[in-house]
């Protein structure tokens, strides 16, 4: 049986964006994945983004797609338009209900929860995956000003890590920018890896477990 923590990645798109545009750099999503990957059992990493529909062009589809296909969840919602009182046209797309249920309902099967946001709203949830016995790391950054994490959110957490430290180990190359994610969509293999360490709990996850996140019968240890 493996000692490594079984954990869960779950990347909020339009904060991680702004944090790692405030720091000036660009992320390398192939080596965050197996950044993190050598650090657990990484058993899911999600990715959460709002999609203007009506776009003819949507900058973030190359992305999406490419997440996809190469080892991540990829959760997307359409976002919604409005003018504001001063009559400027505003995209709304909140997606914290979204990733909370996946976070609570995979609770009993991860030890340790990373979350990828410095929305002080997340504070309520990560303290109700600690409850369920989740260790919970939040990876935002205090480097800019004004910092992008909430403080109650940092406090909350059993650990942060800032996203500057992170740099040179998920940080694309600057002479890399503007180039095409590259079309991965045909190779299986970050996902194969990905699909697989042993659970160590007994409870059995229920079909629709299985469905949503791949979780096989298989995979769980059943105490006799």
Do not use: C
Not at 35 to 47: G, H, M, P
Not at 68 to 75: A, E, K, L, S, W
Not at 178 to 190: I, L, M
């Amino acid at each position: 049986m493996s000692a490594q923590q079984r954990s869960a990645l779950f990347i909020d798109g339009a904060n991680l964006y702004a944090a790692t545009k405030a720091l000036g750099f660009d992320i390398d999503y192939r080596r965050l994945l197996r950044e993190f990957q050598s650090r657990d059992a990484l058993l899911r990493a999600f990715y959460y983004t709002a999609i203007v529909e009506d776009q003819e062009y949507s900058s973030i589809r190359p992305l999406i797609d490419w997440l996809d296909y190469n080892g991540f969840r990829v959760v997307t919602k359409p976002a919604k338009e409005f003018v504001d009182s001063m009559g400027r046209r505003k995209v709304k797309g909140n997606m914290d209900i979204e990733l909370a249920i996946d976070a609570l309902e995979l609770a009993s099967h991860i030890d340790h929860m990373v979350l990828f946001s410095g929305d002080g709203d997340f504070r309520s949830l990560v303290e109700a995956m600690q409850r369920r016995g989740v260790r919970v790391t939040v990876v935002s950054t205090i480097q800019t000003q004004p910092a992008m994490i909430a403080d109650d959110l940092r406090r909350q957490a059993d650990e942060f890590v800032d996203l500057a430290q992170l740099i040179s180990r998920i940080g694309r190359d600057p002479g890399e920018r503007g180039s095409r994610v590259p079309d991965n969509r045909h190779s299986g293999d970050t996902a194969t890896r990905f699909r697989g360490e042993t659970p160590e709990r007994s409870a059995r996850p229920s079909p629709a477990l299985e469905s949503r996140y791949g979780i096989r019968q298989n995979d769980e240890v059943v105490e006799p």
